[in-house]
T-cell receptor
Framework: DSGVTQTPKHLITATGQRVTLRCSPRSGDLSVYWYQQSLDQGLQFLIQYYNGEERAKGNILERFSAQQFPDLHSELNLSSLELGDSALYFC??????????????FGEGSRLTVL | DAKTTQPPSMDCAEGRAANLPCNHSTISGNEYVYWYRQIHSQGPQYIIHGLKNNETNEMASLIITEDRKSSTLILPHATLRDTAVYYCIVRAASSNTGKLIFGQGTTLQVKP
């Protein structure tokens, strides 16, 4: 158990809909990272937040947005969903914001299926 | 961050050592080598990391060549539960973000 909690574990929805994925980081971790893993793309970095502020951005679509709240949990909002958005979405956390020599701790993911 | 190259797949017999290679020929002096693994769609799991010295923990050993252009992850006694995708990642200590960039990794199949 990494200590990172993601909800929901599974989600099935229709095209055009909007969903919210939630992540609770390990106790004390200030950074949250979101990754997307689809069958043909591997693990893709989406975005990082540190203590409520956006820290780094990857290949995140404009239809997707994220935020980190004062209690440090984070939400990833996916809107106008398309079939291609079906994927596993992982959240990770770490106590630091930069490189250094530390590791990231990943949650078990949220599996999104868009029909 | 330097790019890494890994073989797409490897097999290993149960109980034998699994040696997973990684090439990172353009690595810089302040870049760490990290290894993670992902067991069948679970969240990636940290294994080990190192800068220039060899490292060992309860899961594995990391051997980094003297010129730091390649490394090998060693699972000393592979079990069926070690079947997973193994990712070798390089990240600079001076990076202004803690993100990790995953490549395609090596799919390790441990066989009975």
């Amino acid at each position: 158990d990494s200590g990172v909690t993601q909800t929901p574990k599974h989600l099935i929805t229709a095209t055009g809909q909007r969903v919210t994925l939630r992540c609770s980081p390990r106790s004390g971790d200030l950074s949250v990272y979101w990754y997307q893993q689809s069958l043909d793309q591997g693990l893709q970095f989406l975005i990082q937040y540190y203590n409520g502020e956006e820290r780094a951005k990857g290949n995140i679509l404009e239809r997707f947005s994220a935020q980190q709240f004062p209690d440090l949990h984070s939400e990833l909002n996916l809107s106008s969903l398309e079939l291609g958005d079906s994927a596993l979405y992982f959240c990770a956390s770490s106590p630091f914001w930069s490189g250094g020599a530390g590791e990231l701790f990943f949650g078990e993911g949220s599996r999104l299926t868009v029909l | 961050d330097a790019k890494t190259t890994q073989p797409p797949s490897m097999d290993c017999a149960e109980g034998r050592a699994a040696n997973l290679p990684c090439n990172h020929s353009t690595i810089s002096g302040n870049e760490y080598v990290y290894w993670y693994r992902q067991i069948h769609s679970q969240g990636p799991q940290y294994i080990i990391h190192g800068l220039k010295n060899n490292e060992t923990n309860e899961m594995a050993s990391l051997i980094i060549t003297e010129d730091r252009k390649s490394s090998t992850l060693i699972l000393p006694h592979a079990t069926l539960r070690d079947t997973a995708v193994y990712y070798c990642i390089v990240r600079a200590a001076s990076s202004n973000t803690g993100k990790l960039i995953f490549g395609q990794g090596t799919t390790l199949q441990v066989k009975p």
